[in-house]
């Protein structure tokens, strides 16, 4: 089943070929997500609904009537996006029943391209976390340091050809590595060879953060670009649906899938990306590369610094132009990111109080006893401390000096990418964690909140300026865990950045995961 860690366009040459059916492609993917159950990626598997998508998909292959470049292609879904019929839990008790009524826009886009939904993926609670280790449904394990049996292999390397520096790694190893959040569950379905494609959401790392640990592509598009309609608000102003692949290309071919404006989302905006394909063979000739000097942050690896250095180089030599630049206000975007994220979270989160749906915890005092009880019991520690925060920002006598002020640095945040695009820069190069992923014994020994305050800290500024950002893995690190960097553009350019993102994918020749069966 080697075919479930290859690329969409190779699984759908095999479709069309007839050499492999989808309802054998849909068998694999649920095969292989019983191989991996012990990594916890899942939430809800869909088998019954996934093998009735393939049935329908093997009769249009049969016709020779194929739908879109997706048709057949197994697809998994962060449990924060609502999908009709099954169930959608944001990884939380406040959740845990709750079966939605409709499907989100991304949801139904790819449905409708094809795609067949294998499952809702494992995340931190609403979305607030960067381990994925605060779900109610149990933590996510990165498959890299798991026990799970696979082997890395070099793409120009023969198919069956091990690269014969890197063993095989079999690793029995209870400290596991964590997986990233709070898309865990998608990148980790994607790097097993669950699903060749993974719905995650971004809010200020939580797409590219997760794809950076686990070794698999992490793309948040410009804001507005894909629409957000039934993603379950975290924070409205920077939430964008994200999307993970193993291949730049399979990310491009996903994006063309879900992009485009959506009436039913006052946010989304027009878009040209529809079927978006990307050179055979990019180029880096007249590419403008900026370094920030900021993103040197303390306690940055020296492995994540020699990749952003060879990288830097390796671009450099094959035609771009790599220079410094200066984003002066990025020292203070994770404190500024800090106080906007639970203010939106105080707003949005008065909506659950067991009424109408969700948990609900009977009281016969009041209803503010009951609302009171039912969060309490159904919202976990960080959920809470998030509320409490923001609510303590918006207080009448602290809204001046917290959120308002926040808003203004966030401004001069985003300003300082617009002189770096004016200056001529066509994008950013930085790393996208400080190290490679962590043992759950490091990641553990600082709350949630000190965590994401470490972990999101080259990631969030991308959120709050609404640039589209990719993690792209180029290297390993002498424990063989994946290391990537990240690449920004201008708001809008997501199909140009992709085209960076795919000549550095070529060109590092990062060694692929494969399972062992």
């Given amino acids: 089943m080697n075919y479930l860690m290859g690329s969409i366009g190779e699984a759908v040459a095999l479709l069309k070929q007839r050499a492999l059916s989808p309802l054998e492609l849909c068998e694999a993917a649920l095969q292989r997500q019983e191989t991996v159950a012990s990594l916890r990626a899942f939430i809800t598997c869909t088998p019954k609904s996934a093998r009735e998508a393939a049935f329908h998909s093997q009769k249009r292959y049969d016709r020779g009537e194929s739908i879109g470049p ?87 390397r023969e198919p069956n050809e091990s690269d014969p520096r890197i063993p095989v790694m079999v690793l029995e190893n209870e400290d596991w590595c964590v997986s990233g959040g709070s898309s865990g569950g998608s990148a980790v379905a994607v790097a097993s060879g669950s699903a060749f494609l993974a719905l995650g959401s971004d809010t200020g790392g939580s797409v590219r953060n997760p794809a950076s640990y686990c070794g698999v592509v992490g793309f948040k598009p410009s804001y507005g670009v894909v629409p957000r309609f039934g993603l379950i608000s975290l924070v409205n102003s920077m939430d964008v649906p994200g999307l993970f692949g193993r291949h730049v290309d399979d990310i491009a071919t996903m994006l063309g899938v879900v992009a485009g404006l959506d ?23 007249g590419l403008v590369v900026g370094i920030p000097r900021e993103y040197h942050w303390p306690g940055l690896n020296k492995e994540v610094v020699d990749v952003w250095t060879k990288v830097a180089d390796l671009m450099e030599t094959c035609g771009a132009s790599v220079q410094e630049v200066s984003l ?54 960080t959920v809470r401390g998030r509320i409490l925060a923001g609510n303590y920002f918006l207080l009448k006598e602290n809204k001046n000096d917290y959120f308002n002020q926040a808003l203004k640095v966030r401004r001069l945040i985003s300003q300082d990418f617009d002189k770096v695009w004016s200056s001529g820069v066509h994008v950013l190069l930085t790393p996208v964690t400080l190290s490679a992923a962590l043992r759950y014994s490091e990641f553990s ?14 990631t969030q500024a991308a959120n709050m300026a609404g640039v589209p950002a990719v993690s792209i893995p180029v290297s390993l690190s002498c424990e063989g865990l994946p290391l990537s960097l990240q690449l920004m553009a201008p708001r809008g350019e997501d199909a140009a950045l992709l085209s960076v993102a795919k000549w550095i994918e070529k060109n590092v020749d990062f060694p692929r995961l494969y399972v062992l069966e």
């Fill in 445 to 458: 020994a600082l709350d949630n909140r000190a965590q994401s305050a470490a972990q999101d800290i080259c």
């Fill in 70 to 156: 997706l048709d057949g292609i197994p697809v998994a879904i962060k449990d924060n996006f609502c999908t009709l019929g099954i169930p959608t839990t944001c990884g939380s008790v406040m959740l845990q029943d709750y079966v939605p009524p409709y499907s989100a826009t991304v949801v139904k886009r790819l449905q409708k391209a094809g795609a067949i939904i294998i499952g809702k993926t494992n995340m931190d609670e609403f979305a607030m976390g960067c381990g994925t280790i605060d779900s109610f449904f149990g933590p996510t394990k990165n498959i890299h340091c798991s026990g799970v049996k696979y082997e890395f292999r070099h793409l120009k």
């Fill in 263 to 285: 009436i039913q989302d006052s946010t989304s905006i027009p878009s040209e990306l529809q079927n978006t394909q990307l050179p055979e063979n990019p180029s880096l000739e």
């Fill in 328 to 381: 002066p206000h990025t020292k203070y975007s994770i404190v500024c990111y800090s106080v906007l994220n639970p203010c939106e979270v105080a707003s949005n989160f008065t909506r659950y109080t067991g009424v109408g749906y969700g948990h609900q915890v009977e009281s016969h005092d009041s209803m503010e006893a009951m609302y009171a009880l039912t969060r309490s019991a159904g919202l976990n520690e």
